[in-house]
């Protein structure tokens, strides 16, 4: 077993990305702390650390769209963090399952899941 401690965080913080378990489709990348890290693998649902609130959060607390954690992989500079998933409802905030829902011209290639504002 990985010693989560060998990771090599920077400013405290490791990448973390988010990925569906079974369509490989990746969701989201967000950002972990040693904290966050335990609480996931105590839990088996994703903690974050989020650099705007400067706290810990636990994925859909609010929403209750949950990320269930199925495996997690260290890469092989130890400073990424891939998560396979099995995500209930949609991943980000704005509605749509993927962080990724627009190209680099601004289309948006994907239709939201639910409504942001009947969920926060």
């Known amino acids: 077993m990985i010693d989560i401690n060998d990771l090599k965080y920077e400013n405290g913080l ?6 569906d378990a079974e369509t490989k489709e990746v969701l989201m990348c967000a950002y972990m702390n040693k904290e966050a890290l335990e609480k996931t693998i105590e839990t088996g649902y994703a903690h974050y650390w989020s650099r705007s609130r400067q706290k810990l959060w636990k994925k859909g607390e609010s929403s209750n769209h949950l990320q269930k954690v199925m ?4 890469d092989c ?3 990424a963090i891939l998560m396979l998933i099995k995500q209930e ?3 980000c905030h704005m509605g749509y399952r993927s962080c990724f829902f627009r190209n680099i011209k601004g289309d948006i290639v994907e239709d939201k899941v639910f409504d942001p504002k009947e969920v926060y």
């Open 71 to 74: 495996e997690i992989r260290i």
């Open 14 to 19: 490791v990448q973390a990305i988010a990925q």
């Open 89 to 91: 409802g949609g991943a």
């Open 77 to 79: 500079d130890m400073d």
